[in-house]
């Protein structure tokens, strides 16, 4: 085995086109370190349909110029077997250690394979790439991003030629062609053949943000803006400006890009800490709201005063306030949510007279929805523009709360205002999470196991009046790893994530509110109730 493992290795470092990569796997070589060498070839980085995503380093196991090129050439294989040889393969990236490296490897496999290249001018938000590839008529995408993972992490996200991420069967027909690179000396790769772009398409971007907005609405609210040190700024400052809004006030200490992220344990606005310099910024400035956007801006994360001090609002809180706000301006067309989000959705499309649907988890179900006017995820995730960017998008987001801040702020109210009477008017939907990340993914598999083998018959005291394994799909849903709970005023879905080393479970419940007055007891109701489905469900799972 040892032997064998060290082969394995050397093979690698012989085609390895990174001089940093190399150095590294060469130590390890060295001092035979078979435990690290062991993790690092114990197989190959799955090619999924969140792309590829993975810690930086040497090894098939790892984000690397080597696992990159060969992504990248069994896109082009697929993409030249769907009859789109010639077509026009556009590239984004954002700022992280290896980012511009990977993506121009990208653009010499696309061009050494027949197809046309275009890398974006610079790092920047992957709204703007998504947007591009309609906008520029291209057959598939490439982002060069690992989102709001940490630092030391890269990924790899396709999109094909009506701008949405790929779902399956794309996924496995690219993987198998990934499979089947033999080595990186039968990939093409010449040094020059493709366009970098300039600023038309961000300008085009940019033309576009304009149209989430309602002519002549009030643009008055104040923000502070944390870029959480990804590339949200410049497109974001941009954007406001063109809107009209007041210059948001920067988190300084976050403004600029910075691959190691400093100032943060997680550049994820939903982790605890994240938003604390956002925060001290608002105590010291009294804005009407904050907006912060994870690396690659392609969420949006919002905050308001909430008494003396300041708070995150939820994803669904956001994903409500938007739906109400685009309501309220008259639009038309389908409402949709993964089904992890909250079921406060259906509730506004439907008295609305509005079309609804609901999807598995991500974007890359929810911009296929036909006919989408709006969509959102819990996780932060709002597709406000679906007709420039099928995806989810952290700019035009922030444009559209803070238009509805502002309107709020002309009529005396706020954000959270608002909030209480989409309780009253929809029941209060409270929800909540309970997320464990793990070192051994085993434990994952284990935690579903233990679920469906012994289920739950009531959490919280509430019994459970329907129990789906979603393995096996539903009459409107494909078939995914999750597991969904029905109780009596409340619902509990349990997956492992796609992206992270994390068992997810997403808890919502409904309390009736007969007016504002009723409020305080329903949300102190809501509370005990997802505590308690929480210890119920951590107890039922073994985590």
Not at 176 to 199: F, H, K, M, N, Q
Not at 468 to 474: H, I, M, P, V, Y
């Given at each position: 085995m040892h032997d064998d493992l060290i082969a394995r290795a050397k093979a690698?470092?012989?085609?390895?086109?990174?001089?940093?990569?190399?150095?590294?796997?060469?130590?390890?070589?060295?001092?035979?370190?078979?435990?690290?060498?062991?993790?690092?070839?114990?197989?190959?980085?799955?090619?999924?349909?969140?792309?590829?995503?993975?810690?930086?380093?040497?090894?098939?196991?790892?984000?690397?110029?080597?696992?990159?090129?060969r992504a990248a050439a069994g896109l082009a294989a697929y993409l030249n077997k769907q009859g789109a040889g010639g077509g026009l393969v556009v590239i984004g990236y954002?700022?992280?250690?290896?980012?511009?490296?990977?993506?121009?490897?990208?653009?010499?496999?696309?061009?050494?394979?027949?197809?046309?290249?275009?890398v974006l001018p610079r790092p920047l938000p992957t709204p703007v790439l998504a947007f591009a590839i309609r906008h520029l008529g291209a057959v598939a995408g490439v982002e060069v991003t690992a989102s709001h993972n940490p630092p030391r992490d890269n990924g790899y996200k396709v999109y094909l030629g009506d701008g949405s991420q790929i779902v399956p069967p794309a996924d496995a027909r690219i993987a198998a062609e990934i499979d089947a690179v033999r080595s990186l000396d039968d990939v093409p790769r010449p040094d020059t053949g493709w366009d970098t772009l300039d600023d038309s398409v961000l300008d085009a971007y940019l033309a576009r943000t304009d149209a989430v907005?309602?002519?002549?609405?009030?643009?008055?609210?104040?923000?502070?803006?944390?870029?959480?040190?990804?590339?949200?700024?410049?497109?974001?400052?941009?954007a406001f400006a063109r809107a009209g809004f007041p210059e948001p006030v920067l988190v300084a200490e976050?403004?600029?890009?910075?691959?190691?992220?400093?100032?943060?344990?997680?550049?994820?606005?939903?982790?605890p800490g994240a938003m604390d310099l956002a925060f001290a910024v608002a105590r010291d400035t009294d804005p009407?709201?904050?907006?912060?956007?994870?690396?690659?801006?392609?969420?949006?994360?919002?905050?308001?005063?909430?008494?003396?001090?300041?708070?995150?609002?939820?994803?669904?809180?956001?994903?409500?306030?938007?739906?109400?706000?685009?309501?309220?301006?008259?639009?038309?067309?389908?409402?949709?949510?993964?089904?992890?989000?909250?079921?406060l959705l259906g509730r506004?499309?439907?008295?609305?007279?509005?079309?609804?649907?609901?999807?598995?988890?991500?974007?890359?179900?929810?911009?296929?929805?036909?006919?989408?006017?709006?969509?959102?995820?819990?996780?932060?995730?709002?597709?406000?523009?679906?007709e420039g960017v099928r995806d989810k998008d952290g700019i035009t987001a922030a444009l559209l709360i803070t238009e509805l801040a502002s309107r709020l702020k002309e009529e005396g109210r706020t954000l959270l205002d608002l909030l209480d009477d989409i309780a009253v008017?929809?029941?209060?939907?409270?929800?909540?999470?309970?997320?464990?990340?793990?070192?051994?993914?085993?434990?994952?598999?284990?935690?579903?196991?233990?679920?469906?083998?012994?289920?739950?018959t009531a959490l919280a005291g509430l019994p459970i009046t329907r129990a789906e394994d979603l393995t096996r799909g539903t009459d409107r849903l494909p078939p995914t790893d999750g597991l969904r709970y029905t109780l009596d005023?409340?619902?509990?879905?349990?997956?492992?994530?796609?992206?992270?080393?994390?068992?997810?479970?997403?808890?919502?419940?409904?309390?009736?509110?007969?007016?504002?007055?009723?409020?305080?007891?329903?949300?102190?109701?809501?509370?005990?109730?997802?505590?308690?489905?929480?210890?119920?469900?951590?107890?039922?799972?073994g985590i």
């Amino acid at each position: 085995m040892h032997d064998d493992l060290i082969a394995r290795a050397k093979a690698w470092l012989a085609e390895d086109p990174d001089p940093e990569t190399r150095d590294e796997l060469g130590r390890l070589i060295d001092a035979a370190d078979t435990a690290e060498l062991t993790t690092r070839f114990s197989g190959t980085l799955q090619f999924g349909t969140a792309g590829l995503r993975g810690e930086l380093g040497a090894g098939p196991m790892r984000m690397n110029r080597s696992v990159v090129i060969r992504a990248a050439a069994g896109l082009a294989a697929y993409l030249n077997k769907q009859g789109a040889g010639g077509g026009l393969v556009v590239i984004g990236y954002d700022a992280r250690h290896k980012s511009a490296d990977f993506a121009r490897d990208t653009a010499a496999v696309m061009t050494g394979a027949g197809l046309r290249a275009a890398v974006l001018p610079r790092p920047l938000p992957t709204p703007v790439l998504a947007f591009a590839i309609r906008h520029l008529g291209a057959v598939a995408g490439v982002e060069v991003t690992a989102s709001h993972n940490p630092p030391r992490d890269n990924g790899y996200k396709v999109y094909l030629g009506d701008g949405s991420q790929i779902v399956p069967p794309a996924d496995a027909r690219i993987a198998a062609e990934i499979d089947a690179v033999r080595s990186l000396d039968d990939v093409p790769r010449p040094d020059t053949g493709w366009d970098t772009l300039d600023d038309s398409v961000l300008d085009a971007y940019l033309a576009r943000t304009d149209a989430v907005l309602a002519p002549g609405s009030p643009r008055t609210a104040r923000t502070v803006y944390t870029a959480m040190h990804g590339v949200g700024k410049d497109t974001l400052l941009a954007a406001f400006a063109r809107a009209g809004f007041p210059e948001p006030v920067l988190v300084a200490e976050q403004a600029e890009p910075d691959p190691d992220f400093p100032t943060v344990a997680f550049p994820n606005p939903e982790e605890p800490g994240a938003m604390d310099l956002a925060f001290a910024v608002a105590r010291d400035t009294d804005p009407d709201l904050i907006v912060a956007n994870d690396p690659d801006a392609d969420r949006c994360a919002v905050a308001v005063k909430d008494g003396t001090d300041w708070r995150m609002l939820r994803g669904d809180e956001v994903g409500a306030l938007l739906a109400t706000h685009l309501v309220a301006r008259g639009v038309q067309g389908t409402f949709a949510e993964s089904i992890v989000s909250s079921s406060l959705l259906g509730r506004i499309a439907e008295k609305a007279g509005l079309p609804y649907e609901e999807t598995l988890t991500g974007f890359k179900w929810i911009a296929r929805v036909e006919g989408l006017r709006y969509g959102y995820e819990e996780a932060l995730g709002y597709c406000v523009d679906p007709e420039g960017v099928r995806d989810k998008d952290g700019i035009t987001a922030a444009l559209l709360i803070t238009e509805l801040a502002s309107r709020l702020k002309e009529e005396g109210r706020t954000l959270l205002d608002l909030l209480d009477d989409i309780a009253v008017e929809h029941g209060l939907h409270a929800t909540d999470q309970l997320s464990v990340r793990v070192q051994d993914l085993s434990l994952i598999a284990d935690a579903m196991e233990r679920l469906r083998e012994q289920p739950p018959t009531a959490l919280a005291g509430l019994p459970i009046t329907r129990a789906e394994d979603l393995t096996r799909g539903t009459d409107r849903l494909p078939p995914t790893d999750g597991l969904r709970y029905t109780l009596d005023g409340a619902r509990v879905i349990v997956r492992p994530s796609g992206t992270e080393p994390k068992l997810k479970c997403y808890l919502e419940v409904v309390v009736p509110v007969a007016d504002l007055t009723a409020l305080p007891a329903a949300r102190a109701k809501a509370t005990d109730l997802l505590a308690g489905i929480k210890r119920d469900l951590s107890a039922a799972a073994g985590i």
